[in-house]
Every structure is written in C-alpha cells, then in structure tokens.
C-alpha cells in the first residue's frame, strides 16, 4: 500500500516561495501518475499540476509560477511554489494515480494528509 506524506507548508509573505515534497513509502513513486491538488474550507479539492510519463501539467491560475518535479531514486516528487499570492492559500495534497494525470480527485488511488500553506502579510 502506497503511503504518501506532504511536508513543506507554512506561513510566507505575497511574492515569496515555498517547496512542498511528497515523499513516498510502500512502493515506487515510477509507477504513478503524481498530482498536487488543494483545497480551501468549502470549495471542492482543486488540480494543479501533475506529472507522468508523459510529462507535466498545471492549472492556469499556477503555470508559470509553479513547479512539479519528481527525484525517482529519492522516492519524492516537489512542488516549488513562486510569486506567491494570497489566493494560493489552500491545503495542499499530493496524490498517487496508477493511470496518466487526470483533474478529477477520483481518478487518484492513494493521497497524502495535507499540508497547510499561507500567504499572508
């Protein structure tokens, strides 16, 4: 059973950056699509980006500001968050889906907890 652990999160001023790491235990991170998702209290849980075979993707309010990466041999898969604005606040999820990339949160087989970011002055 693939185990999936987010870490990273924190409190950062408007324009700053922050890391988020997935790090993986159970099994290969090389056999899965990986996806970093978030949610904020009363909104459904939203796609940002995700990586694959195939290569990566992101949701248009993060392109250009963020980017996913996957280190196979470490098992982790990053997300490097810059020019962070407040309406980046969220949860922030990784996910695990043995097919490609999908937006929808059902298409994920295992998710981490959840890490807090907060963009704040």
């Known amino acids: 059973q693939l185990q999936l652990v987010e870490s990273g999160g924190g409190l950062v001023q408007p324009g700053g950056s922050l890391r988020l790491s997935c790090a993986a235990s159970g099994g290969s991170l090389d056999d899965y699509s990986i996806g970093w998702f978030r949610q904020v209290p009363g909104k459904e849980r939203e796609a940002i980006s995700c990586?694959?075979?195939?290569?990566?993707n992101y949701a248009s309010s993060v392109s250009g500001r963020f980017t996913i990466s996957r280190d196979n041999a470490e098992n982790m898969v990053y997300l490097q968050m810059n020019s962070l604005k407040p309406e980046d606040t969220a949860v922030y999820y990784c996910?695990?889906?043995?097919?490609?990339?999908?937006?929808?949160?059902?298409?994920?087989?295992?998710w981490g907890q959840g890490t807090q970011v907060t963009v704040s002055s």
């Open positions: 990586i694959s075979s195939n290569g990566a």
């Open positions: 996910a695990a889906a043995r097919g490609l990339c999908a937006d929808m949160p059902g298409m994920y087989d295992y």
